[in-house]
């Protein structure tokens, strides 16, 4: 906070007093729909919605990153809650709030331990898998409330009421935004009211309530919505710590994924700045206050960040501001929210899920990599499947297995001379020359412990394929580091090469990599020697073969 506060200038107090009203009002239904999907009552989304802004502000990075409840978020915590205690016990609030104060202090913990770079281990493929399976899996979660009984059954004037608010809401996320510009707004403040339609439609449908006797008909509002601020809570159950360390650990990590996700797409519209071990002391943070206050587990929300960019925020100061409006809006009467109907909680969940339903990932992955599209595949059923916690594992399983089995498989190209030049190409794309007593290969990653067989069956190969090779020249131009096992490959590939008259050479080491071999006894060993340029190496070669030089044999 105080690097912004720093920088803060009058002009920038109205894009975020404009940004902290709009977000207040989207937030308002949209945090008590939340509640829902977590099994929590609909006030503990506005709790939600207090305090984590305010701490975010304090230690996040993100100019424009709104915190709060969020869809996926809330299917998990209800997922690792449900079985612990009966849904709308003390217990499952306490345990809920717990599961808040284990996800921030993983956050917390990892911020301190610089872990960041923890982002980069779930693919894109597998995170619009597990989106798309998560959306599925609450919209499916929202059609008893939607039809006011369990599908196919249904109750009649609730599923009137659901079907309704659908209608009106899906119309007004598609063409509010065009009416409202035909009527003489802006584009941008058009569009804003455009995201303001589920707000609309859930004032509208409390109004019905009691002005058509809706209740009356067997329509199931959401009760009393007790008034005043949430209590601070530090209430925690000794005995579930267990249960919910590892499930704390899985949220924390989506938490950091999705805010992460979120917040550079809107950083990197304004060239601001975003880093990622203040994001997870922000989001840490934002977490523990949200146990303080009696919430569940939040994150930044991609919609709700995007509403509050494009309503002008220029600061966190426009997160302090809805944060405001929200606790103003508990300590005025609160009789009005608990005439918000079921039905239509429900229609303003499924509709905002079905926004996370985006299958372009899958068909640039089906295009460009088959196994991108696998893993996204086995994600999201993984997800309807097993549920979200099997499925966050095993997408976090998939990526690192993907990794590891690409890693394990390096391209190696046999290199040719492009004529009447110093540029050796791979000998399957392009016309170039090569000579039978040199064997050029270029290995095109890093040399592990993992791939080193891979690389030394295929060096074998090409020298059966090559009997007249009498030089193998190792070209690493793409090798960054060579691990202690590969060392040792390297040694036992010169001794293999020597005892066969085959002499082995390598050509373009990067410098690091040439520290890390002159520490060891390779230079040495090697039968050859260790070459600037590849070119220079097949010259030197050639020029001792027709000089009847055994030089470096």
Request: charged share 10%; hydrophobic share 55%.
């Amino acid at each position: 906070m105080l690097h912004w506060l720093r920088q803060y200038r009058r002009a920038m107090l109205p894009g975020d007093m404009s940004a902290g009203i709009v977000v207040a009002m989207m937030m308002i239904p949209q945090g008590m729909a939340y509640a829902l999907v977590a099994g929590l009552p609909p006030v503990a989304g506005i709790y939600a919605s207090i305090l984590p802004p305010l701490a975010y502000a304090l230690f996040g990075s993100s100019m424009t990153q709104s915190v709060g409840p969020m869809a996926i978020v809330s299917l998990m915590t209800a997922a690792v809650i449900a079985p612990l205690a009966p849904a709308g016990s003390a217990l499952y609030g306490v345990l809920a709030a717990q599961l808040a104060l284990v996800a921030g202090v993983v956050l917390l913990v990892c911020g301190a331990l610089r872990m960041g770079f923890l982002a980069n281990f779930f693919s894109r493929p597998v995170m619009s898998g597990f989106t798309v399976g998560s959306a599925i899996v609450i919209a499916g979660g929202q059609l008893k409330p939607l039809l006011g009984a369990s599908f196919p059954q249904f109750h009649t004037p609730s599923a009137v009421l659901g079907g309704v608010s659908l209608l009106l809401l899906l119309l007004g996320k598609r063409y509010l935004a065009r009416l409202l510009q035909r009527c003489g707004l802006s584009a941008a403040h058009a569009d804003l009211g455009g995201r303001l339609a589920p707000m609309l439609v859930v004032l509208a449908a409390t109004a019905a309530m009691p002005l058509l006797g809706l209740q009356a008909l067997g329509i199931h509002a959401t009760g009393a919505v007790p008034s005043g601020l949430p209590e601070l809570n530090l209430a925690t159950s000794s005995s579930h710590w267990r249960a919910l360390l590892q499930p704390g650990l899985l949220i924390g990590f989506i938490v950091f994924l999705m805010s992460m996700s979120a917040a550079q797409t809107l950083a990197l519209k304004r060239n601001e700045k975003l880093v990622s071990n203040q994001e997870l002391f922000g989001l840490g943070a934002a977490n523990v206050a949200s146990m303080v206050s009696g919430g569940f587990p939040v994150t930044g929300s991609i919609s709700r960040s995007a509403v509050n960019f494009s309503a002008g925020a220029n600061t966190p100061l426009a997160s302090v501001i809805t944060a405001v409006l929200l606790a103003a809006a508990l300590v005025a009467p609160t009789g009005w929210l608990a005439l918000l109907p079921l039905p239509t909680l429900a229609a303003t969940i499924i509709v905002a899920v079905l926004g996370m339903l985006e299958f372009d990932t899958l068909r640039m992955a089906w295009r460009y990599d088959r196994g991108d599209a696998a893993a996204w595949a086995v994600t999201a059923a993984g997800v309807l499947a097993l549920g979200v916690e099997a499925g966050v594992v095993i997408g976090v399983l998939l990526s690192m297995g993907t990794l590891i089995w690409r890693a394990s498989r390096p391209h190696i190209a046999v290199l040719g001379r492009i004529a009447g030049s110093e540029h050796f190409r791979n000998i399957e794309r392009y016309a170039a020359q090569t000579q039978s007593d040199i064997l050029v290969l270029r290995i095109d990653a890093n040399l592990f412990f993992g791939n080193v067989e891979a690389v030394s069956e295929r060096i074998e190969e090409e020298l059966r394929t090559h009997p007249s090779a009498r030089h193998v020249v190792l070209v690493m131009t793409a090798v960054s580091s060579i691990d202690t096992t590969a060392l040792f490959a390297l040694s036992e590939w010169n001794a293999s090469m020597r005892r066969r008259g085959v002499c082995m050479h390598l050509a373009e080491v990067k410098g690091p990599v040439m520290d890390r071999l002159r520490e060891s006894d390779l230079p040495a060993q090697l039968s050859g020697p260790i070459f600037l340029s590849t070119a220079m190496a097949c010259n030197a070669l050639q020029e001792c073969r027709e000089g009847g030089v055994a030089e470096y044999i």
